[in-house]
């Protein structure tokens, strides 16, 4: 409800405007009437209505001087003049204090109802008008922490803006960010991205993300002052105001980096690879700080994951294009053939060293050396008409893994792995001797079967990888070795379960199980009746 206040030094005038207009009929309370200018005011003053209705002429205090006092004190109240016909001269007077209506006696009802109309369209404009802005002032509070993450990616991408530009944006995101000073940027990079933030669902990498910046944060600003914040996924930055006063920077910038980096280990069981980048002079030579240290990161495809690196420590010169070349892919192709492992482990080294000496973009290059080495090793198995389904879906999955790898290691080990099986078919294709490894694995199930037996052992023991075993062994008996072994402790226990003098859970034990439970339930599932049913019908 809008409250309306009356002054007038006329009774009759009070009084038939306080009885005979339906004021709530308009969304309006009549919140007191007053005889003259002065009481007015006080009434005014008092009950700080939306509308006031006043005479203009009155003996103590005219309406006029009454709503200018109004209008510098309660600007927003809307006034509303009631003149006699003889009094123009003065009625144009009281337009100059703002105005928002006026209306001549003697009074109608339905001028009335006009001048109500009007007063009320304005107040409900200008309400909704403040409660956008009001809406607009929460909607701008809520999206400050976006704003100020845009405004320092901007920062570090671009560092152009002009120096009373940046301060006013600066203060307007109540940053402390100092024209002048000296800067560095930290890159935070999650290693191992795929596995830590792949099977999230958007809600939980949205507290991931807040969790990680908040441990960051606070170790800024218990080491230095500056900011962190997320610049894309997996990769945050930590941008570092420094003092030209501090005692040995370099080493507290590196106990900065390694106390990020532990206690993401600790607090949040994740692995981060630290850049740190060059000093920048200024506030407008971070993009050079921040592309520093975003290379120092990259670094991590040779030293190493969980590693905090410094473009100091690395040595980074110019090489000459590398390729894999056709003389590479005939002599890869050899070695494949003759299933010589000293002999491929010799190429692949001949083969991956030289991009040791490669430093930016070779992360990308490496993996397109070991897309091509995969690749080749397909060819060949095609043409030799080894590419069964089984090795076509591991060789699916390992150009799967190839792109999420992040390190060198890593490279020379999934894909040597790989390239050592492909040897291991090829030889296992011109001698014959498939069969002959399958035998030999059924014999040493059946005689180590009482054995909480593995696969790696079971590898170990005819010296051949996990993964060319397990696909030697169901290419060839069209089963898997788990599902051969478990026949072979089943068949055993249904001999054992025919002695009555055998106990249950002794014959769980004496073939491989140590969980009677998991035993029966296994015994039931290949047999169709539990142990004990079995032993009743023997």
């Not at 001087?65 to 006699?84: A, D, L, W, Y």
């Amino acid at each position: 409800m809008y409250k309306l206040v009356i002054v007038d030094d006329e009774t009759a005038v009070r009084g038939g405007l306080s009885k005979f207009v339906q004021w709530s009929d308009y969304g309006i309370v009549l919140a007191g009437t007053a005889d003259d200018g002065d009481t007015g005011l006080e009434l005014v003053q008092r009950v700080k209505p939306d509308i006031v209705l006043t005479d203009v002429m009155m003996p103590v205090m005219d309406g006029i001087q009454m709503s200018k006092e109004i209008r510098e004190r309660f600007p927003e109240i809307k006034i509303v003049f009631i003149s006699g016909h003889n009094e123009a001269n003065l009625l144009r007077s009281a337009m100059q204090v703002h105005a928002a209506d006026y209306i001549f006696k003697p009074v109608k009802r339905t001028e009335i109802q006009k001048m109500i109309e009007n007063v009320v369209r304005v107040l409900r404009s200008e309400e909704k008008e403040r409660n956008r802005l009001k809406d607009m002032e929460v909607k701008l509070t809520q999206s400050m922490p976006l704003l100020r993450e845009k405004f320092l990616m901007a920062l570090i991408q671009d560092g152009d803006a002009k120096p009373d530009a940046l301060r006013e944006r600066a203060a307007f995101l109540n940053l402390e960010l100092p024209i002048e000073k000296p800067y560095l940027v930290l890159a935070i990079t999650i290693d191992d991205s795929n596995e830590v933030l792949g099977n999230r669902s958007e809600r939980d990498k949205q507290l991931f993300s807040y969790s990680l910046l908040n441990v960051v944060q606070e170790l800024i600003d218990q080491y230095l002052h500056g900011y962190a914040f997320e610049n894309r996924a997996a990769e945050y930055v930590g941008l570092l105001v420094l003092d030209d006063q501090m005692i040995e920077p370099e080493a507290t910038l590196l106990s900065l980096a390694e106390a990020i980096r532990d206690n993401l280990r600790r607090w949040l069981q994740i692995s981060v690879t630290i850049g740190v980048g060059e000093r920048a002079a200024n506030i407008s030579m971070l993009p050079a700080s921040f592309r520093h240290a975003r290379d120092a990161a990259d670094q991590k495809w040779y030293m190493g994951k969980n590693q905090v690196i410094t473009m100091d420590s690395l040595e980074i010169g110019e090489a000459n294009p590398i390729r894999f070349d056709a003389g590479q892919s005939e002599r890869l192709v050899s070695v494949l053939k003759s299933g010589d492992k000293h002999r491929l482990e010799l190429e692949m080294e001949s083969i991956l060293e030289p991009l040791a000496q490669i430093r930016k973009d070779a992360f990308k290059y490496g993996r397109q050396v070991g897309l091509q080495m995969i690749a080749l090793a397909g060819r060949l198995l095609l043409d030799l008409n080894l590419l069964t389904r089984e090795k076509e879906e591991q060789e699916a999955w390992l150009l799967d893994r190839l792109l999420k790898i992040e390190t060198m290691a890593e490279l020379k080990s999934i894909v040597s792995d790989y390239l050592y099986n492909v040897c291991c078919w090829i030889q296992e294709k011109r001698s014959g001797r498939s069969s002959n490894v399958i035998e030999h694995i059924q014999t040493y199930i059946s005689d180590n079967f009482t054995k909480n037996l593995t696969i790696a052992e079971i590898a170990a023991s005819v010296y051949l990888s996990q993964t060319y075993v397990s696909l030697l062994f169901k290419q060839e008996t069209g089963e898997t070795i788990y599902e051969y072994l478990m026949k072979v402790r089943i068949a055993k226990a249904k001999e054992l379960l025919r002695d009555p003098r055998i106990k249950f859970y002794e014959v769980c034990e004496l073939v491989g199980y140590t969980d009677p439970s998991y035993f029966s339930k296994l015994f039931k599932k290949m047999t169709g009746l539990t142990p004990s049913a079995y032993r009743d019908q023997q």
